[in-house]
């Protein structure tokens, strides 16, 4: 994969497959680039809104590697927040990270926002470039990492 993306603006976005659902290929994928990870055991459906997702910019797991990546950042209390300083957003682009942790899309921002989707696109593409994010799924990340947010158990 490192070798498909370069770290021009020309790379195309990549969704792994795999049957490994190991934690080390998850991380060492994203940290190469790719905006998705998929099992293998994924429908075609999924597959292929996975794809057109992606290709739209947004980024995105598979629900037990989500809920896991989430549970492991949850159980780091005692680690200091990474030092990102989030600040640099504005209280809009406070709020659309905290919904973007939450896991809302673009359309479900733009309707609990009173937005249209360009707007949230915007505010999206502001908190990425502020923090120094490659995708969603890094603002997600970060998000927990510094407390924003907070995991909620299941009721």
Do not use: C, W
């Not at 060492?28 to 790719?34: E, M, N, T, W």
């Not at 957003?89 to 937005?115: Q, W």
């Amino acid at each position: 994969m490192r070798r498909i993306l370069t770290g021009t603006a020309a790379d195309p976005s990549v969704v792994m497959l795999t049957t490994f659902d190991l934690d080390q290929y998850v991380y060492a994928a994203l940290a190469a680039g790719a905006s998705g990870f998929l099992l293998k055991d994924v429908s075609p459906e999924h597959m292929v809104a996975a794809v057109r997702l992606v290709r739209t910019g947004d980024a995105l797991l598979a629900p037990a590697i989500t809920r896991r990546l989430v549970e492991r950042f949850a159980r780091r209390d005692s680690t200091p927040a990474i030092p990102r300083d989030l600040s640099a957003l504005t209280a809009r682009e406070l709020e659309v990270l905290r919904l973007l942790a939450e896991g809302l899309n673009n359309a479900e921002l733009a309707d609990r926002l009173t937005v249209s989707e360009a707007t949230v696109k915007t505010h999206v593409a502001h908190i990425l470039a502020k923090l120094g994010l490659r995708d969603r799924v890094q603002a997600v990340v970060l998000a927990y990492q510094t407390g924003l947010v907070n995991p909620t158990t299941p009721e």
